[in-house]
């Protein structure tokens, strides 16, 4: 479910690999598209093929992927969807949706059953939500007998498996008491929900790609994606059936997915945003661009190794200079293409994660949390510059209501505070993080990329 370029260079390729490494062809994908139908539209003509282009030191060659089997269009075929998951021979179910996918209420973290998609879903009509479809899928597998089955979370969110089952189990308990009840029973004792870890850097595809991949394979391919040459997919291994034998193709099946969950999103993704609302504002339109300048990559490396790696629990075998390291010269690969916008849309949604959690764990022991309430700051300012109608953020209406006529540091800074979808009330009112959201806010805002360089290389 969610069949983007990151699923396709990634779940795609693992489980292939996982056929070539044991010999079985008893695997394939039936991948589902969620708001658009293009990849299905794509992939269609092409049976399921598709291909992955390398890009960066060490990129493998050119080559063609074969593992999803079909594709559907999510909102043209939901009953589909349905009979797909419900199906005996189905085993295991993959998300890649994105955070606003979830359809998550930022009050209570739980199921947003007032989102109107939601609620029609529980209303009986074929569902559309990525939740929803699951949730009917497994109600009519339990009624059909289809078997136990595994939900298996692939987007960047803390918990990402349990999160998932709890908002399932949400679904499920909102609705009449006649379904309810038979279907929480039947999900507690044959569904799970593993927790995982999932990293590689997908861009969207550009048509420039699209032509230098026709040359290499000397056909046309709509549905190729360009990809770094590094992956990695960390499990908890708690499948409820049979599932493809990923850790043949590289996967590192842990019991302490938190840990690298939390490494990742600290650091790599919380690096990822700086580095995108910092060359937002300073005419940066790629990430690698951004990394480039000498500022902008020392405000990272102090952001993750000041305010972050003190703050967490790294995994046993990751060593935190060696990933901090990694991740900027991950992000320094220009043939990635990864911009700035891209990286830098739905905010709203990722700062609390990637930034906010660093920001409260510095703050609760004491500490300043000097760098990541610089990126903080360079968010608010993309929010307060960027023209209502270009900002690409599921809050955008919320936040451009709540920003004030004048957008100065000390305007837009409290305004913005008093988000309570995303600021909690604590964490609003601490005088020390609005103080250096006030003075970053001020420096990109009045002084620039000359200001910038000035006060992170020099203090």
Same mark, same amino acid.
């Given at each position: 479910?969610?069949?983007?370029?990151?699923?396709?260079?990634?779940?795609?390729?693992?489980?292939?690999?996982?056929?070539?490494?044991?010999?079985?062809?008893?695997?394939?994908?039936?991948?589902?598209?969620?708001?658009?139908?293009?990849?299905?539209?794509?992939?269609?003509?092409?049976?399921?093929?598709?291909?992955?282009?390398?890009?960066?030191?060490?990129?493998?060659?050119?080559?063609?992927?074969?593992?999803?089997?079909?594709?559907?269009?999510?909102?043209?075929?939901?009953?589909?969807?349905?009979?797909?998951?419900?199906?005996?021979?189905?085993?295991?179910?993959?998300?890649?949706?994105?955070?606003?996918?979830?359809?998550?209420?930022?009050?209570?973290?739980?199921?947003?059953?007032?989102?109107?998609?939601?609620?029609?879903?529980?209303?009986?009509?074929?569902?559309?939500?990525?939740?929803?479809?699951?949730?009917?899928?497994?109600?009519?597998?339990?009624?059909?007998?289809?078997?136990?089955?595994?939900?298996?979370?692939?987007?960047?969110?803390?918990?990402?498996?349990?999160?998932?089952?709890?908002?399932?189990?949400?679904?499920?308990?909102?609705?009449?008491?006649?379904?309810?009840?038979?279907?929480?029973?039947?999900?507690?004792?044959?569904?799970?929900?593993?927790?995982?870890?999932?990293?590689?850097?997908?861009?969207?595809?550009?048509?420039?790609?699209?032509?230098?991949?026709?040359?290499?394979?000397?056909?046309?391919?709509?549905?190729?994606?360009?990809?770094?040459?590094?992956?990695?997919?960390?499990?908890?291994?708690?499948?409820?059936?049979?599932?493809?034998?990923?850790?043949?193709?590289?996967?590192?099946?842990?019991?302490?997915?938190?840990?690298?969950?939390?490494?990742?999103?600290?650091?790599?993704?919380?690096?990822?945003?700086?580095?995108?609302?910092?060359?937002?504002?300073?005419?940066?339109?790629?990430?690698?661009?951004?990394?480039?300048?000498? $500022?902008? =990559? %020392? #405000?990272?490396?102090?952001?993750? *190794?000041?305010?972050?790696?003190?703050? @967490?629990?790294? &995994? +046993?075998?990751?060593?935190?200079?060696?990933?901090?390291?990694?991740?900027?010269?991950?992000?320094?690969?220009?043939?990635?293409?990864?911009?700035?916008?891209?990286?830098?849309?739905?905010?709203?949604?990722?700062?609390?994660?990637?930034?906010?959690?660093?920001?409260?764990?510095?703050?609760?022991?004491?500490?300043?949390?000097?760098?990541?309430?610089?990126?903080?700051?360079?968010?608010?300012?993309?929010?307060?510059?960027?023209?209502?109608?270009?900002?690409?953020?599921?809050?955008?209406?919320?936040?451009?209501?709540?920003?004030? $006529?004048? =957008? %100065? #540091?000390?305007?837009?800074?409290? *305004?913005?505070?008093?988000?309570?979808? @995303?600021?909690? &009330? +604590?964490?609003?009112?601490?005088?020390?993080?609005?103080?250096?959201?006030?003075?970053?806010?001020?420096?990109?805002?009045?002084?620039?990329?000359?200001?910038?360089?000035?006060?992170?290389?020099?203090?």
């Amino acid at each position: 479910m969610g069949l983007g370029a990151f699923a396709r260079a990634h779940t795609a390729v693992f489980t292939e690999d996982a056929m070539l490494a044991t010999g079985s062809a008893d695997w394939g994908i039936i991948g589902v598209t969620q708001r658009s139908d293009t990849v299905a539209r794509q992939l269609a003509p092409q049976d399921g093929l598709f291909s992955v282009a390398e890009r960066g030191t060490g990129a493998a060659p050119l080559r063609v992927v074969s593992s999803i089997v079909e594709a559907i269009s999510g909102k043209d075929r939901p009953d589909a969807v349905v009979d797909r998951i419900a199906a005996e021979t189905t085993k295991v179910v993959t998300l890649t949706v994105t955070e606003k996918g979830y359809r998550i209420d930022p009050r209570t973290g739980s199921l947003n059953t007032a989102d109107e998609q939601v609620a029609a879903d529980l209303a009986g009509r074929p569902p559309l939500t990525a939740v929803g479809q699951i949730a009917r899928g497994i109600q009519k597998r339990a009624r059909s007998g289809g078997g136990p089955l595994t939900v298996v979370s692939c987007d960047n969110l803390p918990g990402n498996g349990e999160l998932t089952g709890n908002l399932v189990r949400a679904f499920a308990g909102a609705l009449p008491d006649a379904e309810s009840t038979p279907l929480l029973a039947w999900l507690g004792q044959n569904v799970t929900f593993p927790n995982t870890m999932v990293d590689r850097m997908v861009p969207a595809t550009t048509e420039g790609d699209l032509a230098a991949v026709e040359r290499d394979l000397g056909l046309r391919d709509e549905a190729a994606v360009v990809a770094e040459p590094f992956m990695q997919w960390v499990i908890e291994d708690k499948f409820a059936a049979e599932r493809p034998a990923w850790e043949r193709a590289g996967a590192l099946f842990s019991d302490d997915v938190g840990a690298w969950e939390a490494a990742k999103l600290r650091l790599l993704n919380a690096s990822h945003s700086m580095l995108a609302y910092l060359g937002l504002a300073t005419g940066k339109a790629t990430i690698s661009g951004a990394v480039g300048e000498d $500022a902008f =990559r %020392t #405000a990272c490396r102090l952001m993750m *190794a000041d305010d972050a790696l003190p703050t @967490i629990s790294l &995994p +046993a075998g990751l060593d935190g200079d060696e990933y901090c390291g990694q991740v900027l010269e991950r992000f320094a690969n220009p043939a990635l293409g990864h911009t700035t916008a891209k990286v830098g849309s739905d905010g709203s949604q990722k700062i609390g994660l990637r930034l906010l959690t660093t920001v409260n764990a510095n703050l609760e022991t004491g500490r300043e949390p000097r760098w990541a309430a610089l990126a903080v700051a360079a968010w608010m300012h993309h929010v307060a510059s960027t023209p209502a109608s270009e900002l690409n953020d599921p809050l955008a209406a919320e936040l451009q209501a709540a920003l004030p $006529a004048g =957008r %100065t #540091a000390e305007a837009v800074v409290p *305004a913005l505070l008093g988000m309570r979808s @995303i600021f909690d &009330p +604590a964490l609003a009112a601490n005088t020390t993080f609005a103080d250096l959201l006030t003075h970053w806010y001020r420096t990109i805002d009045i002084d620039g990329l000359d200001g910038l360089r000035k006060e992170i290389i020099h203090g």
